[in-house]
């Protein structure tokens, strides 16, 4: 069990029978009556984010959750294909499921999925990945000093702002917990 005090974002806690994850938190103190804790939490069964509010030193529940690295395979319709990298068993995940982290995941790439009893759930990408730029208009040589941005689609459909020199075909790192470009892979 998880006491308020141990609340950060990222924490995983089960309320009545449901996986949640902690978005945002903030310890209050007014003047009159006892603490509490705001909290926004994603369920993360549906993806929807919900307030709550915990008395201080409340205790909640930790909720069973297993994480399992997977290969990536394929998109079909709406539904993710994952593939157990030990037993070779495979496993379908909504687009509700994935959320986001669909901007970022390339065939064959390996992702830990998460379960909750037993039922997949979600996944955790890495924090960061190597894409390459489908997209984009043609690059500016030597023009590396500068700030300067312009619009390119990654293989994965994700449009994000890269500097001016990269061009298509080649391979950048993204972060995936900002959704934003790091730097381009040497050798593409």
Known sequence: MYDTSRFRKGLKIEIEGK????????HVKPGKGGAFVRTKLRNMLNGRVIDNT???GEKVDRPD????????LYKEVDNYCLMD????????????QIGGSRWF?????TVDVMFFNEKPIGIELPIFVELSVADTVPGVKGDTAS???KPATLETGAVMPVPLFINVGDSIKVDTRTGKYVERVKGS
């Not at 996986?19 to 903030?26: A, K, S, W």
């Not at 959750?65 to 990536?72: F, K, N, V």
């Open 54 to 56: 915990f008395r201080a």
């Open 85 to 96: 990298n030990e037993t070779y068993e495979q496993f379908f995940l909504s687009e509700e």
């Open 19 to 26: 996986p949640y994850e902690i978005v945002d938190f903030l």
């Open 65 to 72: 959750l297993l994480e399992r690295q997977m290969q990536y």
């Open 147 to 149: 700030k300067t941005t």
């Open 105 to 109: 995941l390339a065939e064959n790439e």
